[in-house]
């Protein structure tokens, strides 16, 4: 039971991260505003802009090089729990063509709050 719980809770990851890359995407956790900001921050990226309440952020490509990709974590209080995250990303490239390097922080956020929170509700 465990093992296909795992799976699920993967290709509920998997998803979500696909989706935040094409188009954004919010999620609802049981985890702290500040545990979120600091997940995203502590990923390979710059910060770009930061309040107490969002974060931007623009990855670093495996060649150490800045992207131009902006992603941006906003903090709401949570309908169903403690935290809705509303990820907004804004992507350089093609239309349809998911820049990979962008999905760095975003994996890193989603992959955190997974093994925290493994309740949390992508929306």
Do not use: Y
């Amino acid at each position: 039971m465990g093992w296909l719980a795992d799976r699920r809770n993967s290709k509920k990851m998997g998803d979500f991260i696909v989706r935040a890359a094409q188009r954004g995407g919010t999620f609802e956790t049981s985890c702290s505003p500040e545990e979120i900001l600091g997940w995203l921050k502590s990923g390979r990226c710059q910060v770009a802009d930061e309040s107490l309440a969002s974060l931007t952020v623009r990855p670093i490509h495996g060649t150490g090089e800045v992207g131009s990709e902006l992603i941006k974590a906003e903090i709401q209080p949570g309908v169903q729990l403690l935290t809705r995250v509303v990820i907004t990303v804004e992507l350089k490239a093609k239309p349809g063509n998911i820049n990979l390097n962008a999905l760095s922080p975003i994996t890193r956020l989603v992959d955190q709050v997974s093994k925290v929170d493994p309740g949390w509700l992508p929306m």
